[in-house]
């Protein structure tokens, strides 16, 4: 493929692969059952229930809680988009617009 720069026609174009991937620090990764449990047993102190009634519930509103989320974080995978860089007038293109 013959690259040159729509916008100087330089041939000093370099492929570079835009990287779309994301941070992966969700809500979901902070929802653990670890901390839900622990948010359990607080409600429980808080309402006077033994702490297992409170672990038992933080961990079951964690599994729908997690479901719900996950449901919404479903990987839908973003488009590659590879970009050109130019050297020589330092400008960021899409590929197609090479062709
Ligand atoms: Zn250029």
Redesign the pocket.
């Known amino acids: 493929m013959h690259l040159s ?1 729509p ?4 041939t000093n ?1 370099m492929l570079v692969e835009a990287s779309t991937q994301q941070s992966t620090t969700t809500l979901a990764s902070l929802v653990t059952p670890t901390t839900l449990s622990a948010l359990g047993t607080t409600v429980a102190k808080t309402f006077n229930l033994p702490p297992i009634v409170g672990g038992i519930a933080g961990t079951f509103l964690g599994g729908m809680l997690g479901s719900v989320l996950n449901s919404f974080t479903e990987p839908s995978a973003p488009p590659q988009q590879n970009l050109c860089f ?1 050297h ?2 330092y ?1 960021k293109f899409p590929t197609h617009l090479l062709h």
Do not use: A, T
């Open positions: 720069c916008f100087c026609h330089s174009v130019c020589n007038c400008q």
